[in-house]
């Protein structure tokens, strides 16, 4: 299990924004504190931390999508630039 620390540390971003992912659902993690008046205590899963950053992989669009359609042109139009 690792802390907000130690998963900042790994996506190289501020701990303040791991327990905001935390708190926004999108970064899994369990509440490790006791009490009912007390801060969390995040910890995250190793598995966890692998499925977020899985899911913020960014993927190269196909060599279809890469492709810009260019428009007919109107040969009755002419362009001044």
Do not use: K
Not at 10 to 26: C, H, K, M, P, S
Not at 57 to 68: I, L
């Amino acid at each position: 299990m690792l802390t907000p620390a130690q998963c900042a540390a790994r996506l190289a971003i501020d701990v303040d924004r791991v327990r905001t992912l935390i708190r926004n659902g999108e970064l899994a993690a369990i509440d490790v504190g006791q009490g009912t008046r007390r801060r969390p205590r995040y910890r995250v899963s190793e598995s966890a931390l692998d499925n977020f950053i899985q899911q913020r992989t960014v993927r190269p669009p196909s060599t279809a999508e890469n492709r810009r359609q260019h428009r007919r042109r109107d040969p009755q139009v002419v362009e001044f630039f």
